[in-house]
């Protein structure tokens, strides 16, 4: 297993969050348990896109990417239908 960059979106608040975890899994569902405090006000969230890294410093280079404006024009390209 290694590490992901993701981003998850609320579609009730058309919000995004980008993210980097060791599980995926685990990590959506304490997002969706509105255990993380930034996110709690907006659950549900789906998770939308991931990259997976072998180690963990590339996850979070990656995820400071995804949050960059460069990021983002990328995000829009690759899921188009949530922009």
Not at 11 to 26: M, S
Not at 37 to 54: A, G, I, R
Not at 56 to 65: F, G, P, S, T
Request: proline share 4%; with cysteine.
């Amino acid at each position: 297993m290694g590490y992901f960059a993701y981003v998850i979106y609320s579609a009730d608040y058309k919000r995004f969050y980008k993210g980097h975890c060791k599980n995926l899994d685990v990590r959506l569902d304490q997002h969706n348990k509105g255990q993380t405090k930034s996110t709690k006000p907006f659950v549900p969230w789906e998770l939308v896109y991931t990259e997976q890294f072998d180690s963990k410093e590339d996850a979070i280079l990656r995820e400071k990417y995804l949050k960059t404006a460069a990021g983002r024009r990328f995000l829009k390209n690759k899921i188009p239908y949530l922009f």
